[in-house]
């Protein structure tokens, strides 16, 4: 992974959001003394590259009445893991979707889909709503409901220079 | 981030489309919002006034690009374990007094405690698992991600 000196300071400055302004990367621009040219052309690069996944707004859950949330996860067909992951992931109310290995004996399922819903009743028929577009390539599945944060703290985003 | 919801009619049907067409695609040109105020079918400066209410009003946590932290050179892995409820709160101090422990959940399962490792690199991540498992006597589950998923959430518009 190649991150030069400036897409480093281009990161920092645009981690905590664009401005709202007509001309929002020119903004960015000047901040950093570069050119708006620059600006859009790295950040292409970025988003070429994979390290920007979108530019994009994220609605806050809670505040549009969406307050209660399961992890489901499911063991799927590994042949089948990829094509089902990406039908679970489209469903509008999961949000977070993916694939990771198995712990055998302890734990059989590969597919993680976390459910969003006004309420815990809602969860279940969406989980409900996911067995059923599984069908039989889910061999088994479970619900696990958060019941207490431990510990939350901001993701450590490497910083400019280093 | 507040957790508290907004009343019914503080959303119109325009705010929702915003909600719902910016999750994604953004442009990255010079006049952006001009853009994407025309598919919407209102003005550069509404669009612009609509998004900083959304943020006043809580209802986005962030607008801008979201990087891909493991792109940018860091390891990342859920881990799961399986505590005695004896031993619940004694475990946790000596889990979450790793720094590089994100976040930590406990959750309705035999495996109840639920944990992101955030790590400059995959040697970290293995190292501070392994610390925990000696510290604590207890198997560390390991998930790293194999592959995300993405499409986004959509608000009834």
Redesign the interface.
Known sequence: MNLDPTDRRLIAATQSGLPLTPFPYAEVASWLDLSEEEVLSRLAALRERGIIRRIALAPNHYALGISANGMSVWDVEDTEAIDLGQKVGALDFVTHCYLRPRALPDWPYNLFAMIHGADRGEVEAKRCAIADLLGPASHASDILYSTRILKKTGMRLAQAGD | ??????AQNELDVIDRT??NE?????????????EVGRDLGIS??EL?DR??R??T?????????????E????AFC?C?M?VPAERFEEV?TL??AHPQ?????????R?N???VL?C?TPDGIRAAADDIEQETGLPV???????????????NA
Not at chain 2, 1 to 6: A, E, F, I, N, Y
Not at chain 2, 57 to 69: E, H, L, N, Q, Y
């Open positions: 981030m507040s957790r508290t919801p907004l915003i909600l910016l999750q994604s695609n953004f442009p990255l040109t010079h006049q952006p919002f001009t550069e400066q612009i998004i900083r959304l943020r009003i809580k209802a986005i946590t962030r607008f801008g690009p979201f990087f891909d932290a792109a940018m050179g860091g859920l799961a399986e946790v889990v979450n422990v994100a976040h930590n959940y406990e959750r309705s399962h495996l405690m639920w944990f955030a400059e589950l390991r998930f790293p991600k194999l592959k995300e998923f993405f499409i986004g959430f959509r608000v």
